[in-house]
């Protein structure tokens, strides 16, 4: 099992920046891509960015060019820059764990947190 604890959301006005923090724990050899996903009220759990272990990212088109993934190893922790947000970027976001193919270019997460609301006012 692997656990997922997020921190970092709160609420911010709009063209401001957050920054979101994944800690991971437990059987992290299974893992080798983390990412984040945010869902929106009546909106479907979307991804927004993901990088693998080898600092492989993707980005939602709605988000490049203002958030950016990052990780640190050495910790098992992922984060999530947020700059110049707008409040359609309203939403609870989700740390997730999981495995990146190459092959198929195909993410599969498993793992989840908890979710942190972030909340941008106009």
Known sequence: ??????????????GGSLRLSCAASGRMFSINAMGWHRQAPGKQRELVSAITSGGRTTNADSVKGRFTISRDNAKNTVYLQMNNVKPEDTAVYYCAAGTYSSGSNYYSFRYWGQGTQVTVSS
Do not use: F, K, N, Y
């Open 1 to 14: 099992q692997v656990q997922l604890v997020e921190s970092g959301g709160g609420l911010v006005q709009a």
